[in-house]
């Protein structure tokens, strides 16, 4: 009886590690994906197309226009986002200020440098493809 109760928790952590391993990998790889894309948008908006030209069985024509509509539309995406941007730059700031005033003074060094390397890393994605990082950086 002991020894099927070992067993059997060997195997409950074997497939726990697991999950965790699974997890942990296709999180690493969608962060690299996402961050190549972030880096490049040209070269997303070309997986994309082929990623359909594999599932759609796209013809040269096809495969054309749809790069064409990518395109176009990933530049009305970045009007819309530059459209925005001042507005979603104050409701950041306003936020940083309203929990700076909240913490003490080593915990708001703390968290001032923290929140401006998090701030980085959202201009760089909200950003990418609009040919500059923000309103405020001009």
Same mark, same amino acid.
């Given at each position: 009886?002991?020894?099927?109760?070992?067993?059997?928790?060997?195997?409950?952590?074997?497939?726990?590690?697991?999950?965790?391993?699974?997890?942990?990998?296709? =999180?690493?790889?969608?962060?690299?994906? $996402?961050k190549r894309?972030?880096?490049?948008? /040209? %070269?997303? *908006?070309?997986?994309?197309?082929?990623?359909?030209?594999?599932?759609?069985?796209?013809?040269?024509?096809?495969?054309?226009?749809?790069?064409?509509?990518?395109?176009?539309?990933?530049?009305?995406?970045?009007e819309i986002?530059?459209?925005?941007?001042?507005?979603?730059e104050s409701? =950041?700031?306003?936020?940083?200020?309203? $929990?700076?005033?909240?913490?003490?003074?080593? /915990? %708001?060094? *703390?968290?001032?440098?923290?929140?401006?390397?998090?701030?980085?890393?959202?201009?760089?994605?909200?950003?990418?493809?609009?040919?500059?990082?923000?309103?405020?950086?001009?």
């Amino acid at each position: 009886m002991k020894t099927s109760w070992k067993i059997i928790l060997a195997l409950f952590l074997i497939f726990i590690c697991g999950i965790v391993i699974g997890t942990g990998g296709t =999180l690493i790889i969608e962060r690299a994906i $996402i961050k190549r894309s972030i880096e490049n948008p /040209q %070269r997303a *908006k070309l997986m994309l197309v082929h990623r359909f030209a594999r599932q759609y069985n796209l013809t040269k024509e096809q495969k054309e226009s749809i790069a064409m509509i990518i395109a176009d539309e990933a530049s009305k995406l970045a009007e819309i986002r530059m459209s925005v941007a001042p507005e979603v730059e104050s409701v =950041l700031n306003d936020a940083q200020k309203r $929990i700076g005033a909240e913490l003490d003074e080593s /915990q %708001r060094q *703390k968290f001032e440098r923290g929140f401006d390397k998090w701030l980085e890393r959202f201009r760089r994605i909200y950003y990418a493809g609009t040919g500059t990082m923000s309103e405020s950086d001009k």
